[in-house]
């Protein structure tokens, strides 16, 4: 959720650009997290699993549709769903058989063929929408949410970026100055994220995501609405 509106409004790259760029970011970070979260047994490969199986082949469709769609329109439609998100995780409320229910094979599937389509149409791992899929729609808790989307994130950013092949525009100079940090990073964010407790890391996430959905269709309405 962070990747697109950096590389478009912090580095000034073209959306399209940004997007594919994006799918590197993306999916090496998400690769390593998910590794760093499994240490501690908190990935669920058979939800993740299920998510990228049904996702896969909408994400290819969702690729072939981005490009109908201009810059301006696919970044107020991501900002868009970045609030949704948010205030869903923030309204969220833990139900007493939330923790003990097994969830049926039919969120997984229906949730994982959205986000895969959704994935390879923003061209995002589409983290902030698995982890609310994963919260609310299959109970599980905000931590094992988190190590499980990563999971799901690097697979469907591998399955977007070949989507993108075609079109895929990479400044490898900025790659290879951006990635060892980012990497860097995310290893000192997954040790953050065993610190804190998961009503704090959803209730963080929420505000977050609505914040910058907020920034984002705001800053491209107002470019559509001038044209």
Request: charged share 10%; aromatic share 10%.
């Amino acid at each position: 959720m962070l990747t697109v509106p950096i590389l478009v409004y912090v580095l000034g790259i073209e959306a399209h650009a940004a997007i594919s760029f994006s799918l590197i970011l993306v999916g090496s970070t998400a690769l390593l997290a998910a590794l760093l979260h499994q240490q501690g047994s908190r990935v669920a490969w058979k939800q993740g699993l299920l998510f990228v199986g049904f996702g896969t082949p909408l994400n290819f469709l969702g690729t072939y549709v981005s490009w109908r769609f201009s810059g301006a329109l696919l970044l107020l439609l991501f900002g868009t769903l970045m609030g949704v998100a948010g205030v869903a995780m923030l309204c969220k409320r833990r139900t007493p058989g939330d923790s003990a229910k097994l969830p049926s094979i039919w969120p997984a599937v229906v949730s994982g063929a959205a986000v895969g389509f959704l994935a390879g149409f923003l061209g995002v791992g589409g983290g902030f929408l698995i982890v609310p899929s994963l919260v609310l729609f299959l109970h599980m808790p905000m931590k094992l949410a988190t190590g499980t989307s990563l999971l799901i994130i690097a697979a469907n950013s591998a399955v977007a970026l070949f989507g993108h092949r075609h079109s895929l525009q990479v400044p490898w100079i900025l790659m290879l100055e951006l990635v060892p940090p980012t990497l860097l990073a995310t290893s000192l964010g997954v040790k953050l994220s065993e610190r804190c407790s998961g009503p704090q890391l959803r209730k963080a996430f929420g505000a977050f995501v609505i914040l910058l959905g907020v920034f984002m269709v705001a800053s491209n309405a107002a470019t559509l609405f001038k044209r």
